[in-house]
Protein backbone atom coordinates (compact mmCIF):
# COMPACT_ATOMS: atom_id res chain seq x y z
CA UNK A 1 0.00 0.00 0.00
CA UNK A 2 1.52 3.62 -0.48
CA UNK A 3 1.38 6.41 1.48
CA UNK A 4 -1.06 9.12 0.99
CA UNK A 5 0.60 11.82 -0.76
CA UNK A 6 0.80 15.48 1.15
CA UNK A 7 -1.77 17.25 -0.70
CA UNK A 8 -4.52 14.16 0.73
CA UNK A 9 -4.15 14.49 4.22
CA UNK A 10 -6.50 16.10 6.27
CA UNK A 11 -5.91 19.53 8.53
CA UNK A 12 -6.22 19.35 11.76
CA UNK A 13 -9.29 20.69 12.96
CA UNK A 14 -9.16 24.25 15.18
CA UNK A 15 -10.54 21.96 18.20
CA UNK A 16 -7.28 19.84 17.23
CA UNK A 17 -4.45 22.51 17.53
CA UNK A 18 -2.63 23.27 20.38
CA UNK A 19 -3.80 26.91 22.09
CA UNK A 20 -1.73 29.84 21.30
CA UNK A 21 -1.21 30.33 25.09
CA UNK A 22 0.20 26.31 25.27
CA UNK A 23 2.86 26.70 22.53
CA UNK A 24 6.38 27.89 23.17
CA UNK A 25 6.40 31.97 22.47
CA UNK A 26 9.14 31.62 19.45
CA UNK A 27 11.81 29.59 17.88
CA UNK A 28 14.48 31.09 16.67
CA UNK A 29 16.87 29.16 13.84
CA UNK A 30 19.96 30.38 11.32
CA UNK A 31 22.31 29.25 9.22
CA UNK A 32 20.25 25.59 8.94
CA UNK A 33 18.04 23.70 6.64
CA UNK A 34 14.77 23.60 7.89
CA UNK A 35 12.82 20.33 6.97
CA UNK A 36 10.40 18.11 7.80
CA UNK A 37 10.46 14.40 9.68
CA UNK A 38 6.81 13.32 9.96
CA UNK A 39 5.26 15.38 12.37
CA UNK A 40 8.06 17.16 13.10
CA UNK A 41 10.82 19.55 11.95
CA UNK A 42 14.44 19.11 11.44
CA UNK A 43 16.83 21.97 11.47
CA UNK A 44 20.16 20.55 10.16
CA UNK A 45 23.82 22.96 10.43
CA UNK A 46 27.48 21.59 10.37
CA UNK A 47 26.67 20.47 14.43
CA UNK A 48 23.75 17.70 13.30
CA UNK A 49 19.87 17.70 13.40
CA UNK A 50 17.53 18.69 16.23
CA UNK A 51 14.18 17.43 16.09
CA UNK A 52 11.46 20.35 16.64
CA UNK A 53 7.61 19.36 17.37
CA UNK A 54 5.57 21.51 15.02
CA UNK A 55 2.52 21.58 17.42
CA UNK A 56 4.36 23.29 20.22
CA UNK A 57 5.82 26.11 17.90
CA UNK A 58 3.68 29.55 18.25
CA UNK A 59 6.13 31.37 15.84
CA UNK A 60 9.29 29.94 13.91
CA UNK A 61 11.42 33.20 13.48
CA UNK A 62 14.10 32.20 10.66
CA UNK A 63 17.22 34.28 10.85
CA UNK A 64 19.86 34.74 8.36
CA UNK A 65 21.17 31.69 6.59
CA UNK A 66 17.90 29.37 6.46
CA UNK A 67 16.54 27.51 3.91
CA UNK A 68 13.06 25.74 4.65
CA UNK A 69 11.63 22.98 2.71
CA UNK A 70 8.07 22.82 1.12
CA UNK A 71 7.02 20.30 3.08
CA UNK A 72 8.54 22.25 6.34
CA UNK A 73 6.27 24.87 5.38
CA UNK A 74 3.24 22.36 5.07
CA UNK A 75 3.70 21.13 8.55
CA UNK A 76 3.59 24.13 9.31
CA UNK A 77 0.67 25.34 7.98
CA UNK A 78 -1.15 22.35 8.99
CA UNK A 79 -0.53 22.84 12.70
CA UNK A 80 -0.86 26.56 12.67
CA UNK A 81 2.08 28.18 13.34
CA UNK A 82 3.46 31.53 12.16
CA UNK A 83 6.40 31.69 10.26
CA UNK A 84 8.64 35.39 10.40
CA UNK A 85 11.55 35.62 8.22
CA UNK A 86 13.81 38.08 10.57
CA UNK A 87 17.01 39.67 10.47
CA UNK A 88 20.39 38.80 12.47
CA UNK A 89 18.74 37.82 16.21
CA UNK A 90 15.23 38.19 15.42
CA UNK A 91 15.82 42.22 15.26
CA UNK A 92 14.37 42.97 12.12
CA UNK A 93 11.15 41.44 10.67
CA UNK A 94 11.13 41.23 7.56
CA UNK A 95 8.05 38.74 6.00
CA UNK A 96 5.26 36.99 7.67
CA UNK A 97 3.12 33.90 7.41
CA UNK A 98 -1.01 33.17 7.94
CA UNK A 99 -2.77 33.62 11.39
CA UNK A 100 -3.67 31.23 13.84
CA UNK A 101 -6.66 31.67 14.38
CA UNK A 102 -9.80 30.87 11.35
CA UNK A 103 -12.46 33.34 12.78
CA UNK A 104 -12.78 36.81 12.30
CA UNK A 105 -14.01 37.47 15.18
CA UNK A 106 -11.29 39.99 17.22
CA UNK A 107 -10.30 41.65 14.33
CA UNK A 108 -13.63 42.44 12.94
CA UNK A 109 -13.93 43.70 17.04
CA UNK A 110 -11.00 45.59 16.65
CA UNK A 111 -12.02 47.56 13.81
CA UNK A 112 -15.48 47.97 15.28
CA UNK A 113 -13.95 49.65 18.30
CA UNK A 114 -10.76 51.18 16.05
CA UNK A 115 -13.26 52.96 14.04
CA UNK A 116 -15.46 54.80 15.92
CA UNK A 117 -13.29 57.70 18.15
CA UNK A 118 -15.43 57.12 21.59
CA UNK A 119 -14.48 53.25 21.08
CA UNK A 120 -11.42 54.01 20.09
CA UNK A 121 -10.34 56.35 23.43
CA UNK A 122 -12.75 53.95 25.92
CA UNK A 123 -9.79 50.98 24.85
CA UNK A 124 -6.72 53.17 25.35
CA UNK A 125 -7.98 54.22 28.95
CA UNK A 126 -8.42 50.37 29.09
CA UNK A 127 -5.02 49.80 28.23
CA UNK A 128 -3.93 52.46 30.76
CA UNK A 129 -5.92 51.01 33.21
CA UNK A 130 -4.15 47.23 32.80
CA UNK A 131 -0.41 49.26 32.65
CA UNK A 132 -1.16 51.34 36.17
CA UNK A 133 -4.33 49.15 37.89
CA UNK A 134 -3.99 52.04 40.71
CA UNK A 135 -5.37 55.18 38.49
CA UNK A 136 -8.48 55.71 37.44
CA UNK A 137 -7.78 56.91 33.95
CA UNK A 138 -11.74 57.62 33.36
CA UNK A 139 -12.72 61.43 31.77
CA UNK A 140 -8.83 61.60 30.72
CA UNK A 141 -7.95 62.98 27.69
CA UNK A 142 -5.51 61.40 25.36
CA UNK A 143 -3.14 64.18 26.09
CA UNK A 144 -3.85 63.70 29.77
CA UNK A 145 -3.14 59.78 28.82
CA UNK A 146 0.38 60.45 27.02
CA UNK A 147 1.55 62.89 29.93
CA UNK A 148 0.27 59.92 33.02
CA UNK A 149 2.28 57.30 30.97
CA UNK A 150 5.72 60.12 30.30
CA UNK A 151 5.13 59.96 34.04
CA UNK A 152 5.02 56.51 35.26
CA UNK A 153 7.48 55.16 32.95
CA UNK A 154 10.23 57.56 33.75
CA UNK A 155 9.50 56.90 37.57
CA UNK A 156 9.93 53.04 36.68
CA UNK A 157 13.20 54.27 34.62
CA UNK A 158 14.44 55.78 38.35
CA UNK A 159 12.88 53.15 40.58
CA UNK A 160 14.52 50.27 38.57
CA UNK A 161 17.81 52.11 38.55
CA UNK A 162 17.36 52.36 42.95
CA UNK A 163 16.68 48.55 43.18
CA UNK A 164 19.56 47.12 40.66
CA UNK A 165 21.92 49.86 41.56
CA UNK A 166 22.57 50.54 37.76
CA UNK A 167 23.24 54.22 36.68
CA UNK A 168 20.81 55.67 34.98
CA UNK A 169 21.01 58.88 32.74
CA UNK A 170 18.19 59.12 30.56
CA UNK A 171 16.51 56.63 27.78
CA UNK A 172 18.83 57.34 24.86
CA UNK A 173 18.31 55.30 21.85
CA UNK A 174 19.83 56.27 18.17
CA UNK A 175 18.02 53.91 15.85
CA UNK A 176 20.49 51.72 14.01
CA UNK A 177 23.13 52.28 16.28
CA UNK A 178 22.49 49.47 19.18
CA UNK A 179 26.17 50.07 20.49
CA UNK A 180 26.51 54.10 20.75
CA UNK A 181 24.21 53.45 24.26
CA UNK A 182 25.00 52.24 27.33
CA UNK A 183 24.47 49.40 29.28
CA UNK A 184 21.48 50.12 30.66
CA UNK A 185 19.76 51.30 27.41
CA UNK A 186 21.17 48.80 25.31
CA UNK A 187 19.24 46.41 27.66
CA UNK A 188 16.18 48.55 27.36
CA UNK A 189 16.29 48.28 23.83
CA UNK A 190 16.55 44.99 23.42
CA UNK A 191 13.85 43.67 26.16
CA UNK A 192 11.87 45.95 23.68
CA UNK A 193 12.61 44.67 20.69
CA UNK A 194 11.82 41.30 22.19
CA UNK A 195 8.60 42.46 23.37
CA UNK A 196 7.25 43.80 20.11
CA UNK A 197 8.29 40.45 18.88
CA UNK A 198 6.01 38.64 21.36
CA UNK A 199 3.45 40.62 21.01
CA UNK A 200 3.55 40.91 17.01
CA UNK A 201 3.25 36.94 17.32
CA UNK A 202 0.21 37.02 19.49
CA UNK A 203 -1.43 39.84 17.35
CA UNK A 204 -0.74 37.68 14.09
CA UNK A 205 -1.95 34.17 15.38
CA UNK A 206 -5.15 36.23 16.74
CA UNK A 207 -5.54 37.51 13.29
CA UNK A 208 -5.87 41.26 14.27
CA UNK A 209 -4.72 43.92 12.28
CA UNK A 210 -1.36 45.01 13.18
CA UNK A 211 -1.81 48.55 11.96
CA UNK A 212 -5.04 49.77 13.82
CA UNK A 213 -3.63 51.09 17.07
CA UNK A 214 -5.74 52.13 20.04
CA UNK A 215 -2.83 54.43 21.22
CA UNK A 216 0.01 54.30 18.67
CA UNK A 217 -1.15 55.41 15.19
CA UNK A 218 0.24 55.59 11.49
CA UNK A 219 2.54 52.99 11.60
CA UNK A 220 1.57 48.97 10.07
CA UNK A 221 2.56 47.83 13.63
CA UNK A 222 0.84 50.09 15.95
CA UNK A 223 -1.40 47.55 17.46
CA UNK A 224 1.21 45.40 18.18
CA UNK A 225 3.18 47.98 19.83
CA UNK A 226 0.05 48.83 21.80
CA UNK A 227 -0.29 45.31 23.40
CA UNK A 228 3.97 45.22 24.15
CA UNK A 229 3.78 48.63 25.88
CA UNK A 230 0.91 46.87 28.27
CA UNK A 231 4.12 44.96 30.08
CA UNK A 232 6.93 47.34 29.65
CA UNK A 233 6.92 48.84 33.47
CA UNK A 234 5.83 44.95 34.76
CA UNK A 235 8.67 43.19 32.66
CA UNK A 236 10.32 44.46 29.86
CA UNK A 237 11.74 47.38 31.90
CA UNK A 238 12.89 45.37 35.84
CA UNK A 239 14.18 42.48 33.39
CA UNK A 240 16.82 45.25 31.07
CA UNK A 241 18.06 46.48 34.54
CA UNK A 242 18.59 42.63 35.95
CA UNK A 243 20.27 42.35 32.60
CA UNK A 244 22.82 45.37 32.83
CA UNK A 245 23.18 44.43 37.00
CA UNK A 246 25.01 41.74 35.51
CA UNK A 247 27.43 43.59 33.59
CA UNK A 248 28.06 44.80 30.03
CA UNK A 249 29.61 41.60 28.61
CA UNK A 250 27.17 40.07 26.20
CA UNK A 251 24.12 42.22 27.08
CA UNK A 252 21.94 42.27 24.16
CA UNK A 253 22.22 38.62 23.84
CA UNK A 254 21.83 37.75 28.15
CA UNK A 255 18.72 40.39 28.23
CA UNK A 256 16.80 38.43 25.22
CA UNK A 257 17.38 34.92 27.56
CA UNK A 258 16.20 37.03 30.63
CA UNK A 259 13.04 38.17 28.91
CA UNK A 260 12.45 34.62 27.58
CA UNK A 261 12.40 33.05 31.21
CA UNK A 262 10.75 35.94 32.59
CA UNK A 263 7.76 35.16 29.25
CA UNK A 264 7.83 32.08 30.52
CA UNK A 265 7.30 32.49 34.39
CA UNK A 266 4.59 35.22 33.97
CA UNK A 267 2.57 33.21 31.42
CA UNK A 268 2.58 36.42 29.14
CA UNK A 269 1.66 34.78 25.93
CA UNK A 270 -1.95 33.65 27.92
CA UNK A 271 -2.31 36.88 29.40
CA UNK A 272 -1.95 38.71 25.53
CA UNK A 273 -4.26 36.19 24.34
CA UNK A 274 -7.01 37.09 27.19
CA UNK A 275 -5.60 40.87 27.36
CA UNK A 276 -6.66 41.58 23.88
CA UNK A 277 -10.21 39.71 24.19
CA UNK A 278 -10.59 41.58 26.87
CA UNK A 279 -9.46 44.76 25.43
CA UNK A 280 -11.93 43.97 22.01
CA UNK A 281 -14.71 43.59 23.95
CA UNK A 282 -14.77 39.94 22.44
CA UNK A 283 -13.32 37.64 25.54
CA UNK A 284 -15.70 33.91 25.15
CA UNK A 285 -17.35 35.73 21.46
CA UNK A 286 -14.55 34.10 19.20
CA UNK A 287 -16.59 32.07 16.30
CA UNK A 288 -14.61 28.44 16.03
CA UNK A 289 -15.68 26.00 13.86
CA UNK A 290 -15.05 23.02 15.34
CA UNK A 291 -15.48 20.33 12.36
CA UNK A 292 -13.78 23.20 9.77
CA UNK A 293 -13.69 26.38 8.51
CA UNK A 294 -16.94 28.39 8.82
CA UNK A 295 -17.67 31.67 5.94
CA UNK A 296 -20.99 33.24 6.32
CA UNK A 297 -23.03 35.67 4.23
CA UNK A 298 -24.53 38.90 5.37
CA UNK A 299 -27.08 39.87 5.40
CA UNK A 300 -29.76 42.73 6.42
CA UNK A 301 -29.70 44.17 10.38
CA UNK A 302 -26.56 42.12 11.38
CA UNK A 303 -27.98 38.61 10.55
CA UNK A 304 -26.06 35.88 8.95
CA UNK A 305 -26.91 33.06 6.99
CA UNK A 306 -25.40 30.04 5.49
CA UNK A 307 -22.96 30.36 2.49
CA UNK A 308 -22.19 28.35 -0.29
CA UNK A 309 -26.13 29.08 -1.23
CA UNK A 310 -27.96 30.80 -3.92
CA UNK A 311 -30.74 33.09 -1.98
CA UNK A 312 -33.65 34.99 -3.78
CA UNK A 313 -35.05 37.87 -3.85
CA UNK A 314 -36.76 37.21 -0.27
CA UNK A 315 -34.11 35.58 1.17
CA UNK A 316 -34.88 31.97 0.57
CA UNK A 317 -32.34 29.34 -0.51
CA UNK A 318 -31.96 27.19 -3.35
Known amino acids: MTAPSLGARAFSSPRELTRVGERLSFVYLERCVVHRDAHALTAEDAEGTTHIPSATIGT ?158 GHELSFVLDIADLYKTEIGIPVAFDAAAEGTEDIGARTRRALRDAVNRTGLLDRCVSDIKELLGADGQERVAHDGDKVTLQTDRGVEVDSGRNYDVEGQSW
Open 60 to 217: LLLGPGTRITHQAMSVLGECGAGVVWVGEEGVRYYAGGRALTRSSALVEAQATAWANRRARLSVARAMYRLRFPDEDPSGLTRHELLGREGTRVKACYRREAVRTGVPWHGRHYAPGDFASADAPNQAVTAAAQCMYGIAHAVVAALGCAPGLGFVHS
